[in-house]
T-cell receptor, first 110, second 114 residues
Framework: DMKVTQMPRYLIKRMGENVLLECGQDMSHETMYWYRQDPGLGLQLIYI???????SEGDIPKGYRVSRKKREHFSLILDSAKTNQTSVYFC?????????FGSGTRLLVI | KTQVEQSPQSLVVRQGENCVLQCNYSVTPDNHLRWFKQDTGKGLVSLTV?????DKTSNGRYSATLDKDAKHSTLHITATLLDDTATYIC?????????????FGAGTQLIVIP
């Protein structure tokens, strides 16, 4: 079964700590994405990666960075987490107009 | 400014009833429109994708329409089941390739009661 896997599913961090969210896909999709989902809002694009080491900012990149060293892995890093980064983070991969989403990581920053 | 508006925001129906969810958008260009189902605490699962200027799709109890002239889409769910309880999200893609962007609605929360 083709899928996007996110780890961890749940995470609690203190303000100022570093956060690493991991995402993997087994479909050899070139393009991968990180989104965040907040109540009452549509998913917002944080970063997009077109392939290994080919990353671009999305609509809300401030406070985040990404790493893609292998096609199947795409990491989201929060250096010094802030309380307003409490959210649900979704990773996705795509080929053309075919998109697959992970199950999300719920991050609480206290 | 929100480019994808969904209505209603929430909806309660009795099991067995039909329902219609609406999606209006201003995204340009509008290459395709996809409806996703999101169960509570889960990821997005694609229900259907619409591509043509005036398109219709059917996937079991789910059927959808798209009118690109009106920039409007509907998702029909017939004979609802309790498992249909979820948030339904309308997403418009401005291109058919990775160079495009996806524009997400905030979703319609559907609750199906016995």
């Amino acid at each position: 079964d083709m899928k996007v896997t996110q780890m961890p599913r749940y995470l609690i961090k203190r303000m100022g700590e570093n956060v690493l969210l991991e995402c993997g896909q087994d479909m050899s999709h070139e393009t991968m994405y990180w989104y965040r989902q907040d109540p009452g809002l549509g998913l917002q694009l944080i970063y997009i990666s077109y392939d290994v080491d080919s990353n671009s900012e999305g609509d809300i990149p401030k406070g985040y960075r990404v790493s893609r060293k292998k096609r199947e892995h795409f990491s989201l890093i929060l250096d010094s987490a802030k309380t307003n980064q409490t959210s649900v983070y979704f990773c996705a991969s795509s080929r053309g107009s075919d998109y697959t989403f992970g199950s999300g990581t719920r991050l609480l920053v206290i | 400014k929100t480019q994808v508006e969904q209505s209603p925001q929430s909806l309660v129906v009795r099991q067995g009833e039909n329902c219609v969810l609406q999606c209006n958008y201003s995204v340009t260009p509008d290459n395709h429109l996809r409806w996703f189902k999101q169960d509570t605490g889960k990821g997005l699962v694609s229900l259907t994708v619409l591509v043509d200027q005036k398109d219709k799709t059917s996937n079991g109890r789910y059927s959808a329409t798209l009118d690109k002239d009106a920039k409007h889409s509907t998702l029909h769910i017939t004979a609802t089941l309790l498992d249909d309880t979820a948030t339904y999200i309308c997403v418009v893609g401005d291109r058919g390739s990775a160079l495009g962007r996806l524009h997400f609605g905030a979703g319609t929360q559907l609750i199906v009661i016995p």
